[in-house]
């Protein structure tokens, strides 16, 4: 059998583990009927759901409820059949019928991704739009390197729609990302609705509209002047991303900073400062973001665990983020209060007062079933080997981070080097404002979480990476895609195919088919990225 690595079946991205294209095709349609085995009735209607939304298409049951004989789609769910490890499927289109089979709901997710993908590629225009397609003949078996893949969205700077979200999610199933980090609380608006603290979506939600001019030149807010850019997640909202998400193999991560960049907060809840400045919810730029919650109030220790306790009770994923980056503590120095607790509990200096609110924050999330992840300052406060350590500063130190690994905490890897899709992709996007920086395509996707000299059992806990959209210079839905793509996809397939099966060349090779694809979804690319 002829092996055609650079036929348009193998266009998938992330790069399959294993695949080979065979000689042959399958022709499906209205009239092909679908088996579902060991499938519970959720994931079934997901299947069904995205066959008919995406490829337009409604198979029929099919009457043999094992899937035997032809001209047939079959997805099973069965550990013994299938790849070990969550999120392995195995995808065979050979024999006049299309096999799936995975272990858990995951890998058929996953499968699923893959068929739309090979049908989408193939025939043009999104898979949509034609009675028939024709299904190119594959064998793959294919399975993720790590278990973390996910996107980070801030939400502070601009508020975003529950359907642009889903719009995001749809995006990260497709491209079998599995982890939404989800920014919901900066010194530009607090976007997560709270039973406890109403004054948070009254006030801490909301600032004078600056929506005219860039955001670099935006003046502070004025007294009287009416707040009225912003929004805040409703309980309801929020479990139902949750919920959308689940059904694409997809957690959601929420966070919380804590305990700098909290204007929003302190504007809302000035009590919980060290001082009397009157703090308000940011405009634009500023430099350093000075606001933060002050480290001697009980108060403040109380609304921590508050907050913390309704966001679990909202997000199932078993982990939280609490933030614990760029927190400038000269107020601290100044207060009374933390230094009265600095000397009460015997800590050195105001970064061990940080690292005492960090570990009394995952002491509390512990008690509720859920672990901590922090950005990779937390360390130099001293935190609990339990502590996961979001690392974003410039991947040059990495022997740091591999020093975190060994000492057993698990660490996902977002540098900005490699991972800020806010940053630029090059220096000729006229009319756009931006930060600066750049990260182009091929730097993105040369990404390598794994840190060098790091193996054996230190390496295990490299749990994976992520890319970060922070929207300072990000306005609307349609710039965020444009950001995103297709750097995301480089990512992706950073984080899921083995370093073996990778290929500068070839992934370069399969983006205009995907950007096609994607263009016919309503998705921005990147003009400049071809």
């Known amino acids: ?91 065979t289109v050979e024999n006049g019928c299309i096999r799936a089979c995975a272990g858990f709901r995951t890998g058929l997710v996953y499968a699923l991704q893959s068929l739309y993908q090979l049908i989408a590629l193939y025939n043009g225009s999104g898979g949509g739009g034609r009675q028939k397609k024709t299904v190119p003949h594959i ?3 294919d399975y993720p390197r790590f278990e973390w893949r996910g996107y980070m969205l801030d939400v502070s700077r601009h508020f975003f729609s529950v359907d642009h979200i889903e719009k995001q999610l749809d995006l990260m199933a497709l491209y079998k990302l599995n982890k939404f980090h989800w920014h919901f609380t900066d010194d530009h608006g607090w976007r997560m609705e709270t ?19 860039p955001w670099k030149q935006c003046r502070p807010p004025q007294k009287g ?26 957690d959601v991560i929420p966070e919380i900073e804590i305990p700098g960049h909290c204007s929003e907060v302190l504007a809302a809840y000035p009590e919980f400062a060290c001082d009397d400045f009157p703090y308000t919810v940011q405009t634009g730029r500023y430099w350093p973001p000075k606001a933060i919650l002050c480290g001697g109030n009980d108060g403040v220790m109380r609304f921590l665990f508050d907050i913390l306790e309704e966001a679990a009770g909202i997000f199932p994923s078993p982990y939280i983020h609490i933030g614990g980056d760029e927190a400038h503590k ?50 130099e406060g001293g935190v609990s080997k339990n502590a996961v350590i979001m690392y974003w500063r410039d991947w040059k130190g990495e022997g740091r981070i591999a020093e975190a690994a060994r000492r057993g905490h698990d660490i996902i890897a977002c540098p900005a080097s490699h991972c800020y899709l806010d940053y630029s992709e090059c220096k000729d996007e006229s009319g756009r404002e931006g930060t600066g920086r750049y990260l182009s395509l091929k730097k993105a996707y040369a990404f390598e979480p794994l840190p060098r000299g790091l193996e054996g059992n230190a390496a295990q ?5 992520q890319g970060n959209l922070w929207t300072e210079y990000v306005y609307t839905p349609a710039c965020a895609e444009y950001r995103l793509l297709p750097r995301l996809l480089a990512l992706s397939e950073a984080l899921w195919t083995p370093p073996d099966a990778r290929s500068w060349e070839g992934f370069a090779g399969k983006l205009p088919l995907h950007r096609e694809c994607l263009s016919s979804l309503g998705y921005q690319f990147h003009r400049l990225s071809l």
């Open 1 to 91: 059998m002829e092996t055609k690595e650079t036929s348009p079946q193998i266009c998938i991205i992330p790069q399959p583990a294993h695949s080979e294209g065979l000689d042959g095709f399958f022709t499906l349609d209205h009239e092909t009927p679908l088996a579902l085995r060991n499938v519970d009735e959720d994931t079934a209607d997901y299947i069904r759901g995205f066959l008919n939304t995406r490829l337009g298409i409604d198979p029929p049951p099919c009457r043999d409820a094992e899937g035997g004989g032809t001209n047939r789609i079959v997805f099973t769910l069965d550990e013994n059949e299938a790849p070990r490890g969550e999120g392995a499927y195995r995808l």
């Open 139 to 141: 064998r793959i078996t």
């Open 195 to 213: 039973e406890t603290y109403p004054r948070l979506m009254d006030i801490g939600a909301w600032r004078p509209d600056r929506s005219g001019a």
């Open 225 to 250: 002047e009416p707040a009225v850019y912003g929004g805040y997640y409703t309980r309801g909202e929020m479990r139902h991303v949750v919920h959308y998400a689940a059904r694409r193999g997809i």
């Open 330 to 379: 000269g107020n601290w120095k100044k207060c009374p209060k933390c230094q009265r607790r600095i000397k009460e509990r015997k800590l050195k200096n105001e970064e061990a007062l940080q690292g005492w609110m960090i570990r009394e924050a995952e002491r509390h999330l512990a008690a509720l079933g859920k672990k901590s992840i922090g950005w990779d300052e937390i360390l």
């Open 461 to 465: 806990h490299i749990l994976g990476g």
